[in-house]
């Protein structure tokens, strides 16, 4: 099993440039199901879970080709509406290709996605929302037999809670229902308007996305299209956190500053210098990070759950005391274990972590137990005394393309094994 090798010590001085966003890629592929013609989609970053996305959206018949960064999907020919469950329990986020696979087919039968590493992650909104559209789910032996009797029809669905995936999954299996869908407490997540214009480029109607009230008027058919992907505000993240911790200097281009605002606001409380234009952004590391008195994780535009656990490495290091508390998924604490490894001072309790900085945190050999759990470990690993090694390093490669490459570009001693 391969393996990172961190020897700390080394400041993060230079510039990346973010790729495309996993987040808004994986619902995007989804969505090629939709037209049922050719779908070209630009920026796609080099991930795992893209692979598995590729592998179903083969499995019923689309034809997908890959040109460096670029995926051409002709969706004309579908074959099929059983998703391979293997693909499905390898990939909790699959679940979203209910919603187009219902609009276009009218049905699909999916396995109950895998538990995943952050705590068991429910699907009933999703369920409830397709099942108030008219969709027939039978839950049988950990399968979901999902079909339209007669046809899906829009509805007023409000979300007990802004899920991403739910909100996706609505917009997907609305595009063609008969009226309008209206979507209260909706997912306000950048992902979601990249996908609402990938829907609006294919000649769908969809107007709201960024608000809590999404609207999605049901067309007749669709066209090609053509897309970039918005880039990854989490990488980007997880890269300015690399500098802050090295005491570095780096500046990211190819970025939407506003798509990470919770994140810089953050940053800044921590000491850093930050400066921004339209398509970069600019951070200078204080010479002695300041601990933050409270992260909450709230839905966009909140703190993204996604930056916490790189937050946690931070704050490791930073002078006094800090709390986070963790308020969108039940288990993801699970890198403070490998940190307390390296010499960090954490205490867990519930969905609160208290974090006392320490002076220095030593290497180890720690484990990647979820992917933003991962890349904590890496951060950890850049200003560990000695060698840090870490395992499992296929969970941060479902997220991170070639992060090894992209820290080593700016001066880290990072390896893979
Ligand atoms: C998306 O997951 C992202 N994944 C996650 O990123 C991200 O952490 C999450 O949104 C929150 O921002 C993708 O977009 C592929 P949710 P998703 O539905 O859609 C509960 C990463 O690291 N819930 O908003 O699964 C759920 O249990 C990944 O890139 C229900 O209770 O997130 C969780 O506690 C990790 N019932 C909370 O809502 C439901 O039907 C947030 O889930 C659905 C969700």
Redesign the pocket.
């Known amino acids: 099993m391969s393996k990172f090798v961190v020897n700390g010590g080394h400041k993060i001085k230079g510039e990346l440039r973010i790729t495309g966003a ?3 890629v ?2 995007i592929l989804s969505a090629t199901v939709l037209n049922g013609k050719i779908n070209v989609i630009h920026d796609i970053p080099d991930l795992s ?1 893209v692979e598995v996305m590729i592998k179903i959206l083969e499995s019923v018949g689309c034809k997908v080709k890959r040109e460096n960064g670029t995926i051409i999907v002709d969706s004309r020919q579908l074959n099929n509406h059983k998703i391979p469950e293997e693909l499905v329990r390898e990939m ?2 699959s ?2 290709v209910l919603g187009p696979m219902l609009a276009r087919c009218g049905q699909v039968v999916v396995s109950y996605p895998g538990g ?1 590493e ?11 929302s397709l099942r108030q559209m008219g969709v027939h789910i039978l839950e049988k032996h950990g399968f979901l037999i999902c079909s339209v009797k007669k046809e899906l029809v829009g509805c007023e669905i409000h979300l ?9 999954n609505i917009m997907l299996a609305a595009v063609f229902a008969k009226g309008n869908t209206i979507i209260r407490n909706a ?1 306000r ?1 950048p ?1 979601i308007q990249d996908l609402q214009n990938f829907i609006n480029a294919m000649g769908g109607k969809v107007s709201g996305a960024g608000s809590a009230t999404i609207v999605i008027e049901g067309v007749d058919e669709l066209h090609d299209v053509e897309h970039t992907i918005i880039p990854d505000r ?1 990488v980007a993240g997880t890269y300015l956190v690399a500098g802050a911790m090295t005491k570095g200097e780096i500046v990211l281009t190819n970025i939407i500053p506003e798509h990470l605002l919770s994140t810089i606001y953050k940053l800044k409380e921590s000491g850093c210098n930050i400066e921004y234009t339209k398509d970069t952004i600019k951070l200078i590391a204080p010479s002695k990070l300041r601990a933050i008195e409270a992260i909450k994780t709230l ?2 535009p909140g703190f ?3 930056m916490q656990s790189q937050f946690m490495s931070l704050l490791a290091i930073s002078d006094g005391i800090s709390i986070i508390k963790e308020n ?3 288990n993801r604490y699970k890198h403070a274990y490998e940190l307390i490894r390296m010499g960090a001072n954490i205490k867990i309790d519930g969905r609160v972590a208290i974090i006392k900085g320490v002076h220095k945190l030593t290497g180890a050999n720690v484990k990647a137990r ?3 759990g991962g890349a904590s470990l890496i951060l950890a690993g850049l200003v560990a005394e000695g060698t840090t090694t870490i395992h499992n390093i296929e969970h941060i490669k ?2 991170y393309a070639h992060i090894e490459k992209d820290l080593r570009m700016v001066g880290a001693d990072i390896y893979k094994m």
Do not use: M, Q, W
């Not at 952050?118 to 409830?128: E, S, V």
């Not at 007990?160 to 996706?168: H, K, L, Q, Y």
């Open positions: 996993k987040n808004s994986l619902p879970d909790r986020s679940i979203i995943c952050l705590g068991p992650r429910p699907i009933d909104l999703h369920l409830k007990d809670f802004p899920s991403v995936g739910a909100t996706e997912a997540e992902e989490i839905p966009y993204p759950t996604d969108i998924f039940e979820d992917l933003r479902r997220g």
